[in-house]
């Protein structure tokens, strides 16, 4: 056991304690002063020393012991998507959450993630370094990532779902892909995006009125403001607007902490959350946003040269994995707040407030260091 400790990647857990202490501090100035909200900077601390000791618990334990139990997690996680569905509480238009109380909800889509990455890793992982076969690999591959996304978008929700068409293309990317195969693929995302927009375009009344009938506006909306913001009432662009004036009045140091201007913060929903960004940029400013990045530039590296330095390419597959997840949220939640992308649910990994995220983005950690930590020469999975 000391012998694995000792294996731990004492960088990222010094960033991760950095990361803990930003956090702490936005979600703390977020919800000061709400109703409702109050110790949500000490259930976040909370939060974080669980994760910290589930990241440990996995770093102990054999990830080569779980991959060959893939089938089986997989099974649970598409089992999880289809009772959430039926049984789930309904929380923003999306049924996507199993409600265990007042402390914690789980939401198996988060779990589903990491399930995806280990079962990609092992199907990829066969092929021991060689290209990947479109009947043999690439299809099963398809099919594997389709059934969660399909049952992902169906609650809806269309932030995960993205994720798991990240995690898989992020992986394929590493994983000799015939560049065949690659040209058919971006031909297939472009093609997709233009008829995508074109048919938004075209049919721009009829998709507004059916998405309304269907509870379901909210998605029109956000997609609308995104594609023609020219056009989007101030009701539903209010929200990134806000989000644009609240850090562009943080300037270069910021208003200061818990100085934030509450009159634009007013506005702007889960800025402890989803848009805690916001926050940081707000009171920190230019210099408080460069460091965050720079945290999280420092994360991705570590486990890439990580990555590089396994024996095993399921290891290093399971690694790409996690870096292709964190950074697609990374670029999400920052990108809509500053009106890069549209606006969704990603939460900013290891700052926003939140348990199953959190944890479960601790728990990736820990299957990142579980690899360091087992990279014996003896026969592996």
């Known amino acids: 056991m000391l012998n694995k400790l000792k294996k731990l990647d004492w960088g990222i857990l010094l960033i991760l304690i950095m990361l803990m202490i930003i956090s702490t501090l936005a979600v703390r100035s977020a919800t000061h002063g709400l109703a409702g909200y109050t110790n949500y900077d000490l259930k976040q601390l909370v939060f974080f020393a669980a994760g910290f000791v589930v990241a440990i618990g996995a770093t102990l334990f054999d990830y080569r012991v779980i991959l060959k139990g893939w089938h089986v997690l997989y099974g649970i996680g598409v089992l999880l998507l289809v009772l959430v569905y039926f049984f789930g509480a309904k929380i923003n238009g999306a049924r996507s959450w199993f409600s265990l109380g007042d402390l914690l909800s789980f939401q198996p889509a988060e779990f589903m993630k990491i399930i995806l990455v280990l079962t990609l890793a092992v199907l990829m992982g066969r092929r021991e370094g060689d290209r990947l076969s479109f009947r043999s690999d690439l299809l099963p591959i398809a099919a594997f990532s389709l059934l969660p996304f399909l049952l992902v978008m169906i609650q809806p929700d269309l ?30 995302v472009v093609g997709g995006l233009v008829l995508f927009v074109t048919l938004f375009n075209t049919f721009n009344t009829e998709i507004r009125d059916y998405l309304s009938s269907h509870d379901k506006e909210h998605w029109y909306k956000r997609i609308n403001t995104y594609i023609h913001p020219e056009t989007a009432s101030d009701d539903d662009k209010h929200q990134s607007e806000k989000s644009l004036i609240a850090i562009g009045s943080g300037g270069l140091t910021g208003d200061g902490y818990m100085q934030g201007d509450s009159k634009n913060r007013k506005f702007i929903p889960y800025a402890y959350s989803d848009s805690i960004f916001v926050v940081i940029g707000e009171e920190f400013g230019f210099q408080g946003s460069a460091v965050l990045l720079l945290l999280y530039f420092l994360l991705i590296y570590r486990m890439i040269i990580i990555a590089f330095q396994c024996y095993d390419l399921k290891g290093s597959y399971i690694i790409i994995g996690v870096v292709s997840m964190f950074v ?6 920052i990108g809509m707040s500053i009106g890069l992308m549209p606006i969704t649910g990603i939460t900013l990994p290891f700052v926003s407030y939140g348990g199953t995220s ?7 950690i820990g299957l990142v260091f579980s690899v360091k930590a087992h990279q014996e020469k003896y026969e592996l999975v």
């Open 328 to 333: 697609f949220q990374i670029f999400q939640n």
């Open 159 to 188: 932030g995960n779902a993205i994720i798991f068409v990240v995690i898989v293309l992020g992986m394929l990317w590493i994983g000799n892909v015939k560049y065949t195969h690659v040209l058919i693929g971006l031909a297939a």
């Open 358 to 364: 959190l944890l479960l983005n601790m728990l990736s």
